[in-house]
């Protein structure tokens, strides 16, 4: 419409078009020469850019400002990604070279090594890479620790610790006024940056307290784990995972009122409706008495009693068709032969919580029934953050069950009568629906937050089932119950099952990154459209050894009640009950000094001797470090010193095990290893899984990944980036300058 009315207002055919020239005549005598030419096109087009431009900046100035584009920085942290596996999958095709990482490796820089933290645990370096300061300055010294001014016996969450700790003096502890290290997104959003974040560690909306003490003090408060949109990493809701084997005699004609709801479902079922006789589970969630029914029926129009699925639901309410409205889900309808899952939402439940049931194993006859209950989860419900709680809550869904070891480790109760096929199963497909969850969270965030300048992401693949299947190493049981499993005597088509499941995580987690990228876009070339970063927190090993922490101290003779250990996985912090630091402590200064020389020769002198193991005797602790005592004999500061791996509340003694070996894992009853003596069994034994992190972070294996490709990011190849230089690299990005607790340095990656 606009170039038409320009084009009749320059016409000389039209009336207004004569008047416009005999205008222009009597201000220029060349006119009658640019008429004849070129230029008379040139002026008319001129003045119709003109026209447009003003048009466009007035339509523009009438338009309300609206969350338009797309997020600036996407920072996306894949749990346990390692390098030399990503690189090995690229290579062989099962990562595509053009999509996900493959796509950002192409289309932007990568680093042969991204140095961790130290140690190299999740909830550590999370936080590590979210404020560019290492475990000495975070304080967050493991996925478990103790804080020196709690009850000796009392331990936080890694996942819930202050981040740059706490202070601690004349009146107990109390929140720091000048933290050691702060999280990016309270210097971005001080800039008046826009920060989101799904399900990243450190960012949940909680009053951090004292643990241990009714009413303890408040370490850190709830604004500085809020974001612009803050979606806490979900939580157990007090029911674990359950099994169940039936069988036919279990089973009974089901009353009317089952028939009639089932019925008012629509699902079809063609022979007779069967019911467990008695409940399949009652249990309390969120305040709510659930009582679970199982029924049967056959879905095959082919003349035959075949039962091929199961209905399950809450006697309270009956069978409900499939619900829409989230986060309910109505009763489950699950299929064996279909190998998945289905939702059931807690209807009622104060925390929104739910769960999911599996049929493993479904005889037509019901001779053989094996069912998996999934354990109950929901998102923390945390006051500060509720309103995005409850939007991912009505659009996403509630909480999804979380791949659980519990169950393919048998752990669980219920599932040892279960198949080692089966209880695989049961694990890829909470690998494959958890996974898939967790991306549809981030991107109802990224549709919510499209002018946001940082989206902080987690997923919890591929660590998962690297704990679970990274069998590499010839040293490892393939059977944990067998010692004797071995060497040659692995069983090799359980080998290659696993190699499997660990390819899987990966590709999973790699089309996690590709939905994103998706959801951004990319420009003609395949460069995504926002900056998008994505790291993981540390690599993974093999290991072949659970350690008896607690075992090894008794048989060295420690006091229990002196010195106290909390492991995560590979990584140890030993606590001394020092009097005037713990409460209640009994420990004086010359005998803590003492207990920490002690522990140090205690640790050094546990070799390896076992032939099958380690070829000659081999020192089982890599890394060991000892809490600095203070100078100048100043009692009052003793126990709180610090350096450069020791955090104010790091163990006294902090130490890691060698690769092969791992605190976890530890069987009841003990398995023996194959050759060890009865007094190391009780030390060193079989496991029951296989991968593990926490290990020294100068280790290649321990490395994470850095890829990243964006409108700001050039193609590169690094060779060494540290996990300390993420946060500090977003500020640049984003233009603001890093806070002054920030050790990392901003990579160069234009």
Same mark, same amino acid.
């Given at each position: 419409?606009?170039?038409g009315?320009i084009?009749i207002?320059l016409?000389?055919s039209?009336?207004?078009?004569?008047a416009?020239?005999?205008?222009?005549d009597?201000?220029?005598?060349?006119?009658q020469?640019?008429?004849?030419?070129?230029?008379?096109?040139?002026?008319?087009?001129?003045?119709?850019?003109?026209? /447009?431009?003003?048009?466009?900046?007035?339509v523009?100035?009438r338009?309300?400002s609206?969350?338009?584009?797309?997020?600036?920085v996407?920072?996306?942290?894949?749990?346990?990604?390692?390098?030399?596996l990503?690189?090995?999958?690229?290579?062989?095709?099962?990562?595509?070279?053009?999509?996900?990482?493959?796509?950002?490796?192409?289309?932007?820089?990568?680093?042969?090594?991204n140095i961790t933290?130290n140690?190299?645990?999740?909830?550590?370096?999370?936080?590590?890479?979210?404020?560019?300061?290492t475990?000495?300055?975070?304080d967050?010294?493991?996925?478990?620790?103790?804080?020196?001014?709690?009850?000796?016996?009392s331990?936080?969450?890694?996942?819930?610790?202050?981040?740059g700790?706490y202070?601690?003096?004349?009146n107990?502890?109390? %929140?720091?006024?000048?933290?050691?290290?702060?999280? /990016?997104?309270?210097?971005?959003?001080?800039?008046g940056?826009?920060?989101?974040?799904?399900?990243?560690?450190?960012?949940?909306?909680?009053?951090?307290?004292?643990?241990?003490?009714?009413?303890?003090?408040?370490?850190?408060?709830?604004k500085?784990?809020?974001?612009?949109?803050?979606?806490?990493?979900?939580?157990?809701?007090?029911?674990?995972?359950?099994?169940?084997?039936?069988t036919?005699?279990?089973?009974?004609?089901?009353?009317?009122?089952?028939i009639?709801?089932?019925?008012?479902?629509?699902?079809?079922?063609?022979?007779?409706?069967?019911?467990k006789t008695?409940?399949?589970?009652?249990f309390? #969630?969120?305040?709510v008495n659930?009582?679970i029914q199982?029924?049967?029926?056959?879905?095959?129009?082919?003349?035959?009693?075949?039962?091929?699925?199961?209905?399950?639901?809450?006697?309270?309410?009956?069978?409900?068709?499939?619900?829409?409205?989230?986060?309910?889900?109505g009763?489950?309808f699950?299929?064996a032969r279909?190998?998945?899952?289905?939702?059931?939402?807690?209807e009622g439940?104060?925390?929104?919580?739910?769960?999911?049931?599996?049929v493993?194993?479904?005889?037509?006859?019901l001779?053989?029934?094996?069912?998996?209950?999934?354990?109950?989860?929901?998102?923390?419900?945390?006051?500060?953050?509720?309103?995005?709680?409850?939007?991912?809550?009505?659009?996403?869904?509630?909480?999804a069950?979380?791949?659980?070891?519990?169950?393919?480790?048998r752990l669980?109760?219920g599932?040892d009568r279960f198949?080692?096929?089966?209880?695989?199963?049961?694990?890829?497909?909470q690998?494959?629906?958890?996974?898939?969850?967790?991306?549809?969270?981030?991107?109802?965030?990224?549709?919510?937050?499209?002018?946001?300048d940082?989206?902080?992401t987690?997923?919890?693949?591929?660590d998962?089932?690297?704990?679970?299947?990274?069998?590499?190493?010839?040293r490892?049981?393939?059977?944990?119950?067998?010692?004797?499993?071995?060497?040659?005597?692995?069983?090799k088509?359980?080998?290659?099952?696993?190699?499997?499941y660990?390819?899987?995580a990966?590709r999973?987690?790699?089309?996690?990154?590709?939905r994103?990228?998706?959801?951004?876009?990319?420009?003609?070339?395949?460069?995504?459209?926002?900056?998008?970063i994505? #790291?993981s927190?540390?690599?993974?090993?093999?290991?072949?050894?659970?350690v008896?922490?607690?075992?090894f101290?008794?048989?060295?003779?420690?006091?229990?009640?002196?010195?106290?250990?909390?492991?995560?996985?590979?990584?140890?912090?030993?606590?001394i009950?020092?009097?005037?630091?713990?409460?209640?402590?009994?420990v004086g200064?010359?005998?803590?000094?003492?207990?920490k020389?002690?522990?140090?020769?205690?640790?050094?002198?546990?070799? %390896?001797?076992?032939?099958?193991?380690?070829?000659?005797?081999?020192?089982?602790?890599?890394?060991?470090?000892?809490?600095?005592?203070?100078?100048?004999?100043?009692?009052?500061?003793?126990?709180?010193?610090?350096?450069s #791996?020791?955090a104010?509340?790091?163990?006294?003694?902090?130490?890691?095990?060698? %690769?092969?070996?791992?605190f976890?894992? #530890?069987?009841?009853?003990?398995?023996?290893?194959?050759?060890?003596?009865?007094a190391?069994?009780s030390?060193?034994?079989v496991?029951?899984?296989?991968?593990?992190?926490?290990?020294?972070p100068?280790s290649?294996?321990?490395?994470?990944?850095?890829?990243?490709?964006?409108?700001?990011i050039g193609?590169?190849?690094?060779? /060494?980036?540290?996990?300390?230089?993420?946060?500090?690299?977003?500020?640049?990005?984003?233009?603001?300058e890093?806070?002054?607790?920030?050790?990392?340095?901003?990579?160069n990656?234009?």
């Amino acid at each position: 419409m606009i170039r038409g009315n320009i084009e009749i207002g320059l016409n000389s055919s039209s009336p207004k078009g004569g008047a416009f020239r005999q205008f222009i005549d009597s201000f220029s005598p060349i006119y009658q020469f640019w008429s004849r030419t070129f230029f008379r096109r040139l002026v008319m087009i001129t003045l119709a850019a003109v026209i /447009v431009v003003i048009s466009a900046h007035a339509v523009i100035a009438r338009t309300p400002s609206t969350p338009v584009g797309r997020p600036k920085v996407i920072l996306i942290s894949l749990d346990g990604a390692t390098p030399r596996l990503v690189e090995e999958f690229l290579s062989k095709g099962i990562l595509p070279a053009n999509r996900g990482l493959g796509l950002l490796k192409s289309r932007g820089a990568s680093a042969l090594q991204n140095i961790t933290c130290n140690p190299s645990l999740t909830a550590a370096c999370h936080i590590s890479i979210g404020s560019g300061a290492t475990v000495a300055r975070t304080d967050v010294a493991a996925n478990s620790f103790h804080l020196v001014a709690s009850p000796f016996t009392s331990n936080i969450s890694g996942f819930a610790a202050p981040i740059g700790g706490y202070t601690i003096g004349a009146n107990g502890a109390t %929140e720091s006024g000048n933290p050691k290290a702060e999280p /990016v997104w309270v210097n971005l959003k001080q800039r008046g940056k826009k920060v989101v974040a799904a399900t990243f560690p450190g960012a949940d909306g909680i009053d951090v307290r004292l643990p241990g003490v009714t009413n303890g003090p408040l370490l850190q408060s709830a604004k500085i784990r809020t974001v612009d949109y803050t979606v806490p990493f979900g939580a157990f809701a007090g029911l674990s995972a359950n099994g169940f084997s039936l069988t036919a005699a279990d089973f009974s004609p089901a009353p009317s009122q089952t028939i009639t709801q089932l019925s008012a479902t629509g699902k079809p079922f063609y022979s007779p409706v069967l019911q467990k006789t008695s409940p399949l589970q009652q249990f309390t #969630v969120g305040g709510v008495n659930y009582t679970i029914q199982v029924a049967a029926f056959d879905t095959t129009n082919d003349g035959i009693i075949n039962y091929d699925t199961l209905v399950f639901f809450d006697a309270a309410l009956g069978i409900q068709p499939t619900s829409s409205s989230l986060p309910s889900t109505g009763s489950a309808f699950v299929s064996a032969r279909d190998g998945k899952s289905q939702l059931f939402y807690l209807e009622g439940s104060s925390n929104k919580a739910g769960t999911a049931f599996y049929v493993s194993f479904l005889a037509p006859d019901l001779s053989t029934v094996r069912i998996a209950r999934y354990s109950a989860n929901a998102i923390p419900r945390n006051a500060a953050v509720l309103s995005d709680v409850d939007d991912i809550n009505n659009s996403v869904g509630f909480w999804a069950p979380q791949p659980d070891f519990r169950i393919p480790e048998r752990l669980s109760p219920g599932f040892d009568r279960f198949p080692d096929l089966e209880l695989e199963a049961i694990y890829e497909d909470q690998v494959r629906s958890f996974t898939d969850y967790q991306t549809r969270v981030v991107l109802r965030a990224i549709d919510r937050n499209r002018d946001a300048d940082l989206i902080m992401t987690y997923i919890e693949q591929p660590d998962g089932s690297e704990h679970q299947f990274l069998t590499t190493d010839s040293r490892q049981a393939s059977d944990f119950r067998n010692p004797n499993s071995i060497g040659n005597n692995r069983d090799k088509a359980k080998i290659a099952r696993y190699r499997t499941y660990v390819q899987t995580a990966y590709r999973l987690a790699n089309q996690s990154v590709q939905r994103i990228i998706e959801a951004v876009g990319t420009t003609r070339n395949g460069t995504p459209k926002s900056n998008i970063i994505v #790291v993981s927190d540390h690599g993974f090993a093999p290991f072949h050894t659970a350690v008896s922490f607690n075992a090894f101290l008794t048989s060295r003779g420690f006091d229990l009640t002196k010195v106290r250990a909390v492991t995560s996985g590979p990584a140890v912090n030993i606590y001394i009950n020092l009097l005037g630091r713990e409460p209640n402590g009994t420990v004086g200064s010359a005998e803590y000094i003492a207990l920490k020389q002690q522990l140090v020769a205690e640790l050094k002198g546990l070799v %390896e001797v076992n032939p099958n193991y380690s070829r000659g005797s081999k020192q089982i602790f890599e890394k060991i470090y000892s809490r600095p005592i203070p100078g100048r004999g100043d009692n009052s500061l003793l126990g709180l010193g610090t350096n450069s #791996v020791i955090a104010q509340d790091s163990g006294d003694v902090f130490a890691t095990l060698a %690769e092969g070996y791992n605190f976890d894992g #530890v069987q009841t009853p003990i398995v023996p290893r194959l050759g060890d003596s009865a007094a190391t069994a009780s030390i060193l034994s079989v496991p029951n899984f296989y991968g593990a992190h926490g290990y020294n972070p100068d280790s290649p294996n321990m490395s994470a990944i850095f890829y990243a490709a964006g409108p700001n990011i050039g193609r590169k190849r690094l060779r /060494v980036v540290r996990n300390i230089d993420i946060a500090p690299t977003i500020s640049k990005i984003l233009g603001v300058e890093p806070d002054r607790t920030v050790q990392g340095v901003a990579l160069n990656l234009n």
